[in-house]
């Protein structure tokens, strides 16, 4: 009996041995064919971090008092630095958007190695991860302890002053008189009270010429700023004015002046216009710009009304606008504004830039002395407001629009509707030479007079010609001439949908 159990036992134990085993196999042989069978769904995938943001998300250095103030919608960073830190050499420690990198001044920035001199404030491009998005921060690190001096009239209005670096407290408006100069240095910052401004008046002079490395700030003193924070800058009547690397940010809160308001011949170049909450900049001198280049608008006139980023009272006070002004984070239908056109009596060019200009009078090119020649380079785009003829070609004028094959010129209605605007008329009065090449030209002929989008009005052949520009969506003709004394040079056009034709001349 006890072999026989032995035996017994054995078996049993071998036989609950077999069924383990077969139970393990099974489990494998599950998980192989679960693991393999196509239909059968994984976890998602954790998604990658977004590279599209072009932000800081922290910001520190060896002596800082207190947390830096990143404000992502103003893109600003705003740090209190103990007495005895040095920031003309001053090292820090950032962290970016996934991916983005930082330059100043286009050197590449890398955190807790790259110098930079934070006695004035400094200005950082950061581009996202994937290229998408470019974004402007300004970073103002001041010291404990640091002097803020309140400006006044009586301070200002001494002669010929300079002001030292530093930081300048504006808490009631300023008017500088003429013949007083005022000269700010590299790196000074202004702080304005709500609602307050400065004026430069009766020949007197403002030259603001910062530098790259040490621009002039112009800002709201509220620790959070809005746009609107402050009213704005006013150059009346001061023709040897200048500025020259100077940030504007958070004023313009009149829907009249805007942030910045010029009515004198100067020079303004390298200029950064941030956050204004009407127009950002307003051009209104009859002799136009000595020179207005290089200058940034970003996120004006986005916060209310209809305002744009920059306008001009007139086209001809467009004079010497030079290239390089771009507009970033601009609502669609804003751009630079012409409010009404007006004569242009002296040879001047419109600028290619990165929105379109907005023209709502109707402008006339003519001169009773010399010549009033308007030239518009390839790849500027024109937006026509309702109602509005565009352009008169009249005594002594001359219009060069010369797109090219790669680059045509734009010039259409606001609304893409046929007969949106009126047209551009060529009378007997012009030069010789008026051209339209390689325009695109949509959405005229609205007048039941003037029947086309362009009008010759008895020009001769060798006043006028018309070549490789396409016309559309007139409510009357495409080209129409006034009369049988009419002409022009008409080569390799094409038409669409215009409402009595291409043209009523054969």
Partial sequence: MTFKNNVSAKFRHVANLGICFTVVMALAMSMFFTSCDPDKD?????????????????????????????????????????????????????????????????????????????????????????????????????????????????????????????????????????PNKLTLSPGTVFKFANDTWIDIRDNATLIAQGTAAAPILFTSERSGPQPGDWSGLGIYKCDNSILEYCIFEYGGNSDYWGMVHVQCEMTIKNCTFKDSKYWGFWANCDRGFKDFSNNTFINCANHDGDQHPMKVTYMGYLRNMGAGNTFSNTEPNKGLLVENGGEVTRDMTLKKTNVPYYIKGQTQLRSNAGTATLTIDPGVHLKIMYDTYFI?????????????????????????QKGYWNSIVFYEGALEGNILEYCDITNGGKNDYWRGTIVLNGTRAEQVTVRNCHIAKSSHYGIYFMNENSFALLENNTFADNTEGDTNRP
């Fill in 392 to 416: 008169d070609i009249r005594d002594n004028g001359k219009l060069v629009a010369k797109g090219t094959a790669a680059e045509h010129i734009k010039i259409e209605g606001t609304v893409d």
């Fill in 42 to 178: 994984d976890d998602p995938p954790v998604p990658p971090p977004t590279q599209k943001d072009a932000d800081f998300l922290a910001f520190s250095f060896a002596g800082i008092i207190g947390t830096a103030e990143i404000n992502k919608d103003a893109k600003t960073i705003v740090a209190l630095a103990g007495s005895s830190v040095d920031l003309t050499t001053l090292r820090v420690n950032f962290t970016l958007s996934p991916a983005a990198t930082a330059t100043v001044n286009g050197a590449a920035q890398t955190t807790g190695v790259s110098e930079n001199n934070f006695s004035v404030p400094v200005v950082y491009v950061v581009t996202s991860g994937d290229g998408s998005n470019v974004k402007t921060w300004t970073v103002v690190i001041t010291k404990e302890g640091d002097i803020v001096t309140e400006l006044t009239n009586e301070i200002i209005n001494t002669g010929d002053k300079t002001l030292a670096p530093g930081i300048y407290l504006i808490k009631n408006s300023l008017s500088l008189n003429g």
